[in-house]
T-cell receptor
Framework: AQSVTQLGSHVSVSEGALVLLRCNYS??????LFWYVQYPNQGLQLLLK??????LVKGINGFEAEFKKSETSFHLTKPSAHMSDAAEYFC????????????FGKGTKLSVKP | DTGVSQDPRHKITKRGQNVTFRCDPI?????LYWYRQTLGQGPEFLTY????????KSRLLSDRFSAERPKGSFSTLEIQRTEQGDSAMYLC????????????FGPGTRLTVL
């Protein structure tokens, strides 16, 4: 069965600092992996996706993530945090080729201090 | 606006009442998903449709819940005899036939059961 673990329910960084949000997955088949962002009282917006093409994936708003099969990880990074990055971030997995649902982690709330 | 829309955005009801939510997917998308999100958790899968066919239902979808997509376009989610535990954000997502199961989410319907 597939699952996602996000380490750290809350991460706080200073504006301009590196953002690192951790995601580890469990999947018996090569997965597709996603990062979504959710602003308060809104739906989820896709940041980026891994689909087995390139292990380093670039997304919107300056975010990127690296797929590491040996570590079963897909951590999200951004070199320099902006105040507007404050939101909740969700990692999700779906088995490669699956047409079914996404399985989400519990989310990490990112706070950005001025 | 060509995104996923949901109506209503907020619903407050008394325990025991029935409620119905509507989701309009992106027009060319044939797959439609419903998720439930409670406070501090990631979205949890409820059910999904391919065109008008309901292909999968989660164990979370008790017999008080029913979903339809009669013409393969919009979908409704009905909860009968609501309970306080049904209070959550109900999210709808859609995707097309191509791609890697990247799903596009609506803004959600927040249900509060008093």
């Amino acid at each position: 069965a597939q699952s996602v673990t996000q380490l750290g329910s809350h991460v706080s960084v200073s504006e301009g600092a590196l953002v690192l949000l951790r995601c580890n997955y469990s999947s018996s088949v090569p997965p597709y992996l996603f990062w979504y962002v959710q602003y308060p009282n809104q739906g989820l917006q896709l940041l980026l996706k891994y689909t087995s093409a390139a292990t380093l994936v670039k997304g919107i708003n300056g975010f990127e993530a690296e797929f590491k099969k040996s570590e079963t990880s897909f951590h999200l990074t951004k070199p320099s945090a902006h105040m507007s990055d404050a939101a909740e971030y969700f990692c999700a997995v779906t088995p490669g080729g699956s047409q079914g649902n996404l399985i989400f982690g519990k989310g990490t709330k990112l706070s950005v201090k001025p | 606006d060509t995104g996923v829309s949901q109506d209503p955005r907020h619903k407050i009801t008394k325990r025991g009442q029935n409620v119905t939510f509507r989701c309009d997917p992106i027009s060319e998308h044939n797959r439609l998903y419903w998720y439930r999100q409670t406070l501090g958790q990631g979205p949890e899968f409820l059910t999904y449709f391919q065109n008008e066919a309901q292909l999968e239902k989660s164990r979370l979808l008790s017999d008080r819940f029913s979903a339809e997509r009669p013409k393969g376009s919009f979908s409704t989610l009905e909860i009968q005899r609501t309970e306080q535990g049904d209070s959550a954000m109900y999210l709808c997502a859609s995707r097309g036939t191509s791609g890697y199961n990247e799903q596009f989410f609506g803004p959600g319907t927040r249900l509060t059961v008093l």
